[in-house]
């Protein structure tokens, strides 16, 4: 009854709309929900549809599960004697607005002086120019994160193409072990040698992974293995990255995914904005999955993309006849991985 008593007061406490669950069952709402018409009783698996089968496996940690209600995405946190819901709206977030405006006054002018650097310094064997190579491209991800997390947020399904995930990710796998070796780390990986063919936004899904890398490189001391896994599960895909960190305080878990919720002075200035967390929900999202994040028993922290493997459905799916690269061109693991690499690796 005692512990009741502290769900409600926490559920009245959270602005955002809010729910506790046991048994796939809804047993406390917060008003914010009562608002979307949730209410005591109802199902849980109902409001996941094909994300149940991810639900299912939430023991501890935190899950991202996008589109729980029209415009709303949720984080499902593991919670003493239940799970416990939290909804965000998924778009027209005003934050992601400030941003996308921000760095398209920047976009211009660090252009100009990436192209002005490669003109008046042509030879880039020197290591104070490879440092200087790194820092930029360190600040162009940060600009392409700015104003990327507002356009995944709103643009609608255009990329998606029909081919074998398996290929794609041992791809990126395979360019991610080398650079990560040069800066002191192991990057194991393992892909199923059977196809997968689903439909694919090859940005994002590069992307996803990509910051998926860089979170982990960060926390991962130096000389540790990391090690990714791709597994199939009836009609999902299971796409895991674990490090041998210091791993994610349990505290921490339920605000992994609520944006812009760093609070300077507080928490580790080399997480950010929480960009690189969206810009994983998003490669998710689009691909009909889920993000968790756990604390594996062998220590570390573990991150699990899903994807559904799904075949053309409509006329909404097709592929860009000019695709865009985000990256200006650049080397896109070069780039992603800038704030993690060594400046050896630009050289």
């Not at 791809?171 to 650079?179: G, Q």
């Not at 604390?295 to 993309?305: D, S, Y």
Request: net charge negative; charged share 25%; glycine share 8%.
């Amino acid at each position: 009854m005692e512990e009741q008593k502290d769900m409600e007061r926490l559920l009245g406490l959270l602005p955002h709309p809010a729910f506790f669950a046991q048994d796939d069952t809804v047993r406390l709402v917060n008003d914010a929900a009562a608002r979307l018409l949730l209410e005591p009783g109802q199902p849980v698996s109902a409001l996941l549809g094909e994300a149940a089968q991810d639900h299912a496996l939430l023991d501890r940690g935190a899950l991202f599960l996008p589109g729980v209600l029209e415009g709303y995405a949720a984080t499902a946190t593991a919670v003493s004697g239940g799970e416990l819901f939290v909804l965000e709206a998924d778009r027209d977030q005003p934050v992601l607005q400030a941003l996308a405006l921000a760095s398209q006054t920047i976009r211009q002018p660090l252009a100009d002086l990436i192209s002005r650097l490669s003109l008046l310094h042509p030879d880039r064997k020197e290591t104070g120019m490879a440092q200087l190579d790194r820092d930029l491209l360190r600040l162009q991800r940060l600009v392409c994160n700015m104003s990327d997390a507002a356009r995944y947020a709103q643009e609608p399904v255009s990329k998606l193409v029909s081919m074998d995930v398996c290929s794609v990710v041992d791809e990126i796998m395979e360019r991610a072990a080398v650079l990560v070796a040069q800066g002191g780390w192991t990057l194991e990986w393992h892909c199923p040698r059977e196809p997968a063919v689903t439909l694919v936004d090859r940005e994002k899904l590069e992307r996803g992974l990509h910051n998926m890398l860089s979170n982990a490189l960060k926390a991962a001391p130096k000389g540790s293995v990391l090690y990714f896994s791709m597994t199939r599960r009836d009609r999902r895909l299971y796409l895991t990255l674990r490090d041998q960190g210091p791993g994610i305080e349990e505290g921490a878990m339920g605000r992994l995914f609520a944006r812009y919720l760093r609070q300077p002075g507080l928490e580790d200035p080399q997480n950010g904005l929480g960009l690189g967390m969206s810009l994983i929900c998003a490669a998710a999202s689009v691909h009909g999955g889920t993000v968790l994040v756990t604390r594996p028993p062998e220590g570390g922290t573990q991150v699990t993309m899903s994807m559904a493997l799904r075949r053309s459905g409509g006329d909404t799916i097709r592929a860009q006849s000019l695709p865009f690269d985000y990256a200006g061109e650049q080397d896109h693991a070069l780039l992603e991985l800038a704030d993690v690499l060594p400046p050896e690796s630009y050289l």
